[in-house]
C-alpha cells in the first residue's frame, strides 16, 4: 500500500545509515534556476517532514486570507484564526506524478508543494506544471515553489528516497514519456470507473466559440466556421496559415 500523500508530521525518524538523495527544486519564479538539494535518508519517505518547515508561513492580511478561503468553498464564518493556524503551520503535500511500476523498477515519482497553496492563492508555478502535463495530468496547476523527487518502492511495501537530479526535469524525458501509459494502466486497474468516465470525457469533441466564428476539434480534423454576410464572395475571402 503506497504511503499517503500528505505529511505533516515534524519528520521520519533517520534510517542511521548516514546516506543522502538528491532531489530538485523548481522556483515559482521562472527567471530562478531549478537546483538540486540533498537530504538525509529516513525510515520512509523523508521529504514530506523535510519540506513541511519550507512552507511555513503566510503574508496575507485576515480579509485576504477569508476572501482566499471563501473562493474554496469555505463559509464566511470560518474562524480566521483557525485558518492562519493552517496556513503558517507549513505541511508538505505529495503529488505522485509517475507510478511504481515493475517494468520501471518500482519507481515512483512525486510533487511536493505546500499544502495550503491554493488557500493562499500562491503564484502558478509554470514550468512544474508543465512536467504535470507532460505525465498525462492535463490541465494541472501546481502552485508556488514545487519540489520533485523519486521514491523506490522495496518489498513488504517500504519505500526509500533515491536520486531524482536537474537532468530529470527536462519536458520529454524517458521517465515522463512513459508515465502517461504507466498512469493509465495504474488507473484502470484500480479506479476502473473513474477511467472510463476519463476516457469517455476524452473522446468527446472539443469545440467552442469566438468572436464571429465556431470551433470544433475531432483529432485528425479541426472545423472552424466563420459567420459572413450572405453577399460575401469568393474574391472577398482571404486565408493565411501561420
Not at 538539494?37 to 529516513?42: D, I, K, R, T, V
Not at 492562519?84 to 517494468?103: I, N
Not at 523498477?105 to 509554470?126: C, F, M, P, T
Not at 533515491?162 to 520529454?172: E, K, M
Request: charged share 25%; net charge negative.
Amino acid at each position: 500500500e503506497e504511503p499517503g500523500t500528505t505529511g505533516g508530521y515534524a519528520g521520519p525518524a533517520l534510517s542511521g545509515e548516514g546516506k543522502s538523495f538528491v532531489f530538485v527544486k523548481i522556483p515559482v519564479e521562472s527567471g530562478c534556476c531549478c537546483e538540486e538539494l540533498e537530504g538525509p535518508h529516513a525510515k520512509g519517505d523523508a521529504l514530506p517532514g523535510l519540506l513541511g518547515p519550507k512552507f511555513a508561513g503566510c503574508d496575507l492580511s485576515d480579509a485576504e486570507l477569508q476572501a482566499h478561503a471563501a473562493m474554496q468553498g469555505q463559509p464566511h464564518s470560518v474562524d480566521v484564526p483557525v485558518l492562519r493556524k493552517l496556513v503558517t503551520q507549513g505541511r508538505a503535500e505529495s503529488f505522485r506524478l509517475a507510478v511504481p511500476t515493475e517494468s520501471n523498477g518500482r519507481e515512483a515519482v512525486y510533487a511536493y508543494l505546500d499544502e495550503a497553496s491554493e488557500l493562499k492563492s500562491l503564484a502558478v508555478n509554470d514550468r512544474a506544471s508543465a512536467i504535470a502535463e507532460a505525465c498525462g495530468f492535463a490541465g494541472c496547476r501546481l502552485r508556488g515553489d514545487i519540489y520533485i523527487g523519486r521514491l523506490r518502492w522495496l518489498p513488504g511495501g517500504l519505500v526509500e528516497n533515491i536520486d531524482f537530479r536537474l537532468a530529470d526535469v527536462a519536458v520529454g524525458s524517458f521517465w515522463m514519456t512513459r508515465a502517461v501509459t504507466e498512469n493509465l494502466q495504474h488507473q484502470s486497474a484500480t479506479q476502473p470507473e473513474e477511467h472510463a468516465k476519463a476516457q469517455a470525457a476524452e473522446e468527446k469533441a472539443a469545440s467552442g466559440t469566438g468572436d464571429g466564428y465556431t470551433w470544433k476539434d475531432e483529432g485528425e480534423e479541426l472545423e472552424v466556421v466563420f459567420q459572413i454576410p450572405p453577399s460575401t464572395g469568393k474574391k472577398d475571402v482571404k486565408i493565411e496559415f501561420r
